[in-house]
């Protein structure tokens, strides 16, 4: 797939979610922001989960045989929990050093692995039904955590981006 179909996805999702935060913010109702946050927070989550798999399946079609990017693409799987764990394995798995690139990354600014993680673990509480455990989740945290994952994709994008021939 060529690298503007390749990123449309995320990149649409990405938009819609900034607009949206800007949409919510301007709500004075309390209730209705929290609730706001929740979807938002599941939004982020499929953001990074979607951003993740469509940077990382694009490289694998850059330069390899079509059966190697077919295998790679139909084995990916349809739901995966984007924990830095699990970017850290996936990474690991095309490339020693990005792993390695992230983990420094991650290092670069304490908040960065909590944002991450926090997202997700809101995405899982929320849809598993488990309201208790969402107290965190607002406007602001969202909106946090979205930067910081918006700053991941560019990452990671960055780093698979010399390796992919043009």
């Known amino acids: 797939m060529s690298r503007n179909h390749r990123h449309k996805g995320h990149d649409k999702y990405k938009s819609r979610i ?3 935060l800007k949409i919510y913010a301007d709500d004075d109702n309390f209730e209705s922001q929290a609730h706001s946050a929740k979807y938002l927070a599941v939004l982020v989550s499929g953001y990074l989960e979607q951003a993740v798999k469509e940077l990382l ?3 694998s079609s850059q330069g390899a045989r079509q059966q190697i990017s ?3 693409e139909e ?3 349809i739901s995966r929990n984007m924990t830095t764990d699990n970017i850290k394995t996936i990474l690991h798995q095309f490339n020693e050093k990005w792993s390695e690139e992230f983990l420094s990354w991650l290092g670069q600014d304490e908040l960065r692995k909590g944002h991450i993680n926090s997202i997700v673990t ?11 455990n969402t107290t965190g989740v607002t406007l602001v945290s969202v909106r946090n955590a ?3 994952i918006e700053n991941l ?4 994008e960055n780093m698979v981006k010399p390796q992919i021939k043009k």
């Not at 809101?122 to 208790?132: D, F, K, M, P, V």
């Not at 994709?153 to 990671?156: A, E, H, N, Y």
């Open 122 to 132: 809101w995405r899982n509480s929320i849809a598993h039904g488990q309201e208790s």
């Open 70 to 72: 077919r295998y790679i």
């Open 153 to 156: 994709v560019s990452f990671i």
């Open 146 to 148: 979205f930067l910081t």
């Open 18 to 20: 900034a607009s949206l």
């Open 75 to 77: 084995t990916w799987p």
């Open 57 to 59: 399946l694009h490289y």
